[in-house]
C-alpha cells in the first residue's frame, strides 16, 4: 500500500526518515499501515489521543538509541510501549507527528549474577519470562510482576511503577531497580548508579545522586529504558497460604494494616463483596483449570498434590456469599518460620473478627502467578473494566475505604440506572495500602482488548457494540473518585496521562526542579509528550 506518511506528512517521506529508520530496523521492523498504528496507538483506557505516524520495533540498545535519534531530529515525537496493559494513557501518543516505540523485541536477560545479587534484563522482557529464567538458580527479584506479567514489561512496569507480586515486604517495581540503561530524547545512552563506574558492575543504585529514580515512575516522560539492571533475592523454599472472610470492611482492613506492620506477608489482598462475586462467577477453561491444578501439583510434592486436591474441589466457589475476603501468602527460608508467621497472621485476622475459610484463591494465584489477563481486564459477562486508585500511608487506610464506600453507595442509584457495577480491590506495599475500586460496563471491547483474551470468549464478545452515553458515566464516577482519592492525600502508580501530578504539588520548588530537569534530558519536549503534565 501507499506509504500512509506521505498521505499525512509529507515532510517524512521528503527527509528520508522513514528510509532511514527501515535500513536501520528492517522494512519489517517499521510499521506504517493504518491497522498497526491504530492498535499499538490505543491503550485500556477511553481518553481522546492521536494515532502514531510510525510504530518502530528496536532489536537492541544500539538500534534504539540511533532510531531514536533519527526521528527525533526529524521533529518525531517519542512514545515507549511495552506490553500495552496502561489504563492511564500513559502511551497514547498526543501529537500526530509521533514515532512509536515498540519495545518487545528487546526481551534478553542478560546476565543473572548470583554471586553479587543481580540480574541485567532488557526493558521488553515479560515479568513472566524474567521470573520463570530466575527460577531454576533459585532467585527471583524482590519485587517479581503484575498479575498481567505474562505481556507486562519490565521497562513497562519501571515507567509506570507498579505493585502485587512480593510487593508486600519487597516493595513496588520502582524499588527493585539498581541501575539502568536509558535512552535520551537525542539518542544518547545514558547509563546510571555504579553501572557508570568505569570500573565497576551494577550492583549498587547509589552512586552519587539517585539518577536511576529519575527515570522510573516517569512513564517515559524522561527517556526510554533500553535494559535493567535489578536486585535479586535468594527465593524462599517454604510458603504458607491464608484465607479468611470478614462481616465488615473496618474488620478486613485491620487485620490487614496490622499484617503490613509486620513485613511477614509477599502478597495480601482484599475483595469486596462484587470482587468476591465476580471472581466466583469469572470463567475458567477446562485446561486453564487442569493446567492450574497440575502445576499446583507438580510443585509442591506430596503437599503439592494436597492443595491441588483442595482447589479443585473447592474452585470459585469458597468466596460464594462472602461479604469481605482477605488472601495471603506468606514466604520464609525455613518450614518452622513460615508456619509462625502463617499463625502470627491466623491470629490477628482471628483477633479483629474474621473467619478461616479455604484458601484456594491465594494457592492458585502463587502456583499460576502469571495466567490469563481476561479474568483481569473484564468483568464476568464480557464487561469493560476501568480501575481507578488511591495510594496511602497505613493510617488513612480505613478512612480511604470507608469514604470509598460512602462514595459509591451515594452513586448507586445513578449506576443502577446505567447498569454500571463496581468492585475494589485492596493491598499494601510494604508500609503503604492501596485501594483500586474499578467500575465495569457493556461496551465495545475493540481489538486490543479482544486480542489478550482467548479466542472463545473473544468470539462471544466481539459484538458487544458501543455504549458511547453509558460510557460517559462511567467514566465520569471514576474521575471524582480520582479527585475524591485526591481529596484526601492519596497518590499514584501508572500516573501517565491520567493522574495530576505538578498541579497537586504543595510548593512551587520541586515542579521548577522537574521541568528544569525535563530540559536537560529532552529540551524540545519529544519524550513522550503530556506524561507527567509535561509538555
Excluded at 169 to 179: H, I, K, P, Q, R
Excluded at 201 to 228: C, E, N, Q, S, Y
Aim: charged share 20%; aromatic share 8%.
Amino acid at each position: 500500500m501507499a506509504s500512509v506518511i506521505s498521505d499525512r506528512d509529507t515532510a517524512n517521506s521528503d527527509d528520508g526518515t522513514v528510509q532511514r529508520l527501515q535500513q536501520l530496523l528492517g522494512s519489517e521492523h517499521v510499521l506504517l499501515d493504518d491497522a498497526n498504528r491504530d492498535f499499538y496507538s490505543s491503550d485500556l483506557s477511553f481518553r481522546p489521543h492521536e494515532t502514531a505516524q510510525m510504530v518502530l520495533q528496536p532489536g537492541t540498545a544500539e538500534e534504539l538509541a540511533e532510531a531514536v535519534g533519527i526521528a527525533t531530529r526529524a521533529g518525531f515525537a517519542i512514545v515507549p510501549r511495552g506490553g500495552g496493559m496502561s489504563y492511564t494513557s500513559g502511551y497514547c501518543p498526543e501529537r500526530a507527528r509521533t514515532a512509536m516505540i515498540d519495545m518487545r523485541r528487546m526481551n534478553r536477560i542478560v546476565e543473572i549474577n548470583k554471586e553479587d545479587m543481580y540480574v541485567i534484563v532488557e526493558a521488553g522482557c515479560t515479568w513472566k519470562d524474567l521470573y520463570e529464567a530466575l527460577a531454576p538458580h533459585g532467585v527471583r527479584t524482590p519485587y517479581w510482576g503484575p498479575l498481567s506479567g505474562a505481556y507486562a514489561t519490565v521497562g513497562g512496569a519501571l515507567s509506570q511503577n507498579s505493585l502485587f507480586h512480593g510487593s508486600g515486604t519487597g516493595g513496588t517495581a520502582a524499588e527493585s531497580v539498581v541501575g539502568l540503561k536509558v535512552v535520551l530524547a537525542d539518542g544518547t545512552l545514558l547509563t546510571t548508579g555504579s553501572w557508570a563506574h568505569k570500573n565497576s558492575k551494577p550492583f549498587w543504585r547509589h552512586f552519587g545522586p539517585d539518577v536511576t529514580g529519575l527515570f522510573t515512575a516517569d512513564t517515559g516522560a524522561m527517556g526510554i529504558k533500553a535494559v535493567a539492571s535489578l536486585r535479586l533475592v535468594t527465593a524462599q523454599a517454604h510458603t504458607g497460604y491464608l484465607s479468611y472472610k470478614f462481616d465488615t470492611l473496618e474488620a478486613m482492613l485491620a487485620a490487614q494494616v496490622r499484617i503490613a506492620r509486620l513485613s511477614i506477608a509477599s502478597e495480601c489482598y482484599g475483595f469486596d463483596p462484587y470482587y468476591n462475586g465476580g471472581f466466583e462467577k469469572q470463567g475458567v477453561t477446562f485446561e486453564e483449570g487442569l493446567a492450574m491444578v497440575g502445576k499446583i501439583a507438580r510443585k509442591g510434592g506430596l503437599k503439592g498434590l494436597k492443595n491441588a486436591a483442595r482447589v479443585a474441589l473447592g474452585g470459585k466457589k469458597i468466596l460464594k456469599n462472602v461479604p469481605y475476603s482477605l488472601h495471603m501468602t506468606l514466604d520464609a527460608h525455613t518450614e518452622t518460620v513460615a508456619a509462625e508467621h502463617t499463625d502470627l497472621a491466623a491470629e490477628i485476622c482471628t483477633d479483629e473478627g474474621g473467619t478461616e475459610m479455604a484458601n484456594s484463591i491465594p494457592t492458585v494465584f502463587r502456583n499460576a502467578p502469571f495466567g490469563g489477563v481476561r479474568t483481569v481486564l473484564l468483568g464476568s459477562e464480557g464487561e469493560i473494566w476501568i480501575p481507578v486508585h488511591g495510594y496511602f500511608p497505613l493510617s488513612r487506610a480505613i478512612p480511604a475505604a470507608q469514604a470509598t464506600e460512602k462514595f459509591l453507595a451515594e452513586r448507586k442509584p445513578l449506576m443502577d440506572q446505567w447498569g454500571i457495577k463496581t468492585s475494589y480491590l485492596t493491598c499494601f506495599s510494604g508500609p503503604e495500602f492501596v485501594i483500586e475500586p474499578s467500575f465495569y460496563w457493556h461496551d465495545k471491547l475493540g481489538d486490543f482488548r479482544l486480542s489478550l483474551i482467548e479466542p472463545e470468549f473473544a468470539e462471544q464478545w466481539k459484538s458487544i457494540p458501543a455504549d458511547e452515553a453509558r460510557r460517559e458515566v462511567a467514566l465520569k464516577l471514576r474521575d471524582e473518585l480520582r479527585d475524591l482519592f485526591d481529596s484526601l492525600g492519596g497518590l499514584h502508580l501508572q500516573i501517565g496521562k491520567y493522574y495530576p501530578f505538578k498541579e497537586i504539588m504543595n510548593n512551587e520548588a520541586l515542579p521548577k526542579v522537574i521541568e528544569g530537569l525535563k530540559s536537560v534530558v529532552d529540551p524540545d519536549r519529544l519524550m513522550n509528550p503530556g506524561a507527567l503534565g509535561l509538555r
